[in-house]
């Protein structure tokens, strides 16, 4: 046992006397876990736990609940543990990770998602974290961030054989589908409708067309007149696959030119006027388009199983004792 660890064992004990009520022998705190030179204490597990707790005594029913609970409270300490080997690698590779660059990295991401703190604090407790504690496991992330680049990342190598191989065995991921980009304008024609209204909102329709067809601005009478998705951006509705549209409407975007417009097209929802602005075919994307993104999944899924070996090569080689008994005071 090393004078760290007698020192924090020494210390543990001292504050159990201190915390004791007089006459009586009612233990406080613990040490649950032993990971090399540190301890993990029950009044620490308890209090990375109690989220959890909470959430499943809420949604749990209580004939499962017990034992949900001391398996959630294993998978806690396993966590916990890991993480505790993954700060004192971090402190022998000099890795260190200080509280201001916790708070940088929490202010980009309130940031790039437009929150507040409070509004972090609350996604935290959705996930059964204070807001504390969604710091403590940001400052690990960072940690182990740094060593999965200097232990396992930069020893990582991806052949041009393997992107070949991943390419050839997931071809079907990389077909392309035929498509059309169209705009268009949409006049609504509801069911509830009687004939002459319409017959009205026909006749608007066709006024429309004849203005589009003596040169008038597409995007313009689309923001005038659409009441159809895309209306405010001239009814541009991008690409869109095939089968994915209304079958009258698709039937003749595929009969249209590059440029043309449409005659008044009837559906169930009223009735439309399309121009057609592109095309592109069915197809395989080529390697060389999606090269990086194959190498990248390659590198993910190598990194993935590099660092479960490692840990467990860690846990091997670490000093790891558990108490038999840590359970948590009664949820009652």
Excluded at 7 to 36: F, S, Y
Excluded at 52 to 61: D, K, L, P, W
Excluded at 132 to 140: C, G
Excluded at 201 to 216: F, H, Y
């Amino acid at each position: 046992m090393t004078v760290k660890l007698v020192w924090k064992v020494l210390c543990l004990g001292m504050a159990i006397l201190l915390w004791a009520v007089p006459g009586q022998a009612e233990i406080v705190d613990r040490i649950v876990a032993v990971v090399n030179e540190d301890v993990i204490t029950l009044s620490e597990m308890n209090d990375a736990f109690d989220p959890y707790r909470q959430r499943i005594v809420s949604t749990v029913q209580e004939k499962d609940r017990e034992k949900i609970l001391d398996e959630a409270r294993a998978t806690m300490l396993g966590k916990m543990i890991d993480n505790l080997l993954i700060e004192q690698e971090a402190r022998k590779a000099g890795i260190i990770v200080k509280d201001d660059e916790v708070m940088e990295v929490i202010n980009n991401i309130m940031d790039r998602r437009n929150l507040t703190m409070k509004d972090l604090a609350a996604l935290a407790e959705k996930e059964g974290m204070t807001l504390d504690a969604y710091r403590k496991e940001m400052k690990i992330q960072i940690a182990r961030s740094r060593l999965v680049m200097r232990e396992i990342k930069s020893k990582i190598t991806v052949s041009e054989e393997e992107i070949g191989e991943y390419y050839r065995r997931n071809l079907l991921n990389y077909e392309g589908k035929e498509a059309v980009r169209i705009k268009q304008i949409l006049i609504t024609s509801p069911e509830t409708l009687d004939e002459k209204a319409r017959k009205r909102r026909l006749s608007e329709t066709e006024a429309i067309r004849q203005r589009l067809l003596g040169g008038e601005p597409f995007e313009v009478l689309a923001a005038t007149y659409s009441q159809g998705p895309a209306a405010s951006s001239g009814g541009d509705l991008g690409f869109i696959d095939k089968g994915s549209m209304l079958p009258e409407v698709e039937a003749m975007a595929y009969k249209l030119a590059r440029g043309e417009i449409s005659p008044i097209i009837e559906s169930s929802i009223g009735f439309h006027i399309i121009k057609v602005v592109d095309k592109r075919g069915a197809g395989v994307k080529p390697i060389a388009s999606v090269r990086e993104e194959i190498k990248a999944k390659i590198e993910n899924e190598k990194m993935e199983k590099k660092y479960d070996e490692w840990i467990e090569e860690l846990r091997k080689k670490s000093h790891i004792e558990i108490k038999s008994d840590v359970a948590e005071p009664s949820e009652g």
